[in-house]
């Protein structure tokens, strides 16, 4: 069984800050890449950043350079740092975790959770 809490979120201006957590709760010996996805109304919910255990990052083009992903193995917590934020970063973001350590999430196997609301209003 794995529970997924998703947190950090909420509504900043253009250019604001805000971070994310992800507290995994999971009876595996140990987890594998986590990943932040977001889900704009009506639209897919697209991959954002992964990180695998050993630390390697991933992030889609759109966030380079504003966004951080790390994680906290001891605690299976995950982060996100966003900075320089804007609207289209808007969406609900959630976590996941994969089957596979690598640098992509190829294979989610925890149920979508709630998320967390990001908004970014000018």
């Known amino acids: 069984q794995v529970q997924l809490v998703e947190s950090g979120g909420g509504s900043v201006q253009p250019g604001g800050s805000l971070r994310l957590s992800c507290a995994a709760s999971t009876s595996a010996a140990t987890i594998n890449t986590m990943g932040w996805y977001r889900q704009a109304p009506g639209k897919q919910r697209e991959l954002v950043a992964a990180i695998t255990r050993g630390g390697t990052k991933y992030y889609v083009d759109s966030v380079k350079g504003r966004f951080t992903i790390s994680r906290d193995n001891a605690k299976n917590t995950m982060y996100l740092q966003m900075n320089s934020l804007k609207p289209e970063d808007t969406g609900v973001y959630y976590c996941?975790?994969?089957?596979?350590?690598?640098?992509?999430?190829?294979?989610?196997?925890?149920?979508w959770g709630q998320g967390t609301q990001v908004t970014i209003s000018s």
């Open positions: 996941n975790i994969d089957r596979f350590d690598t640098p992509f999430m190829s294979q989610p196997i925890a149920s």
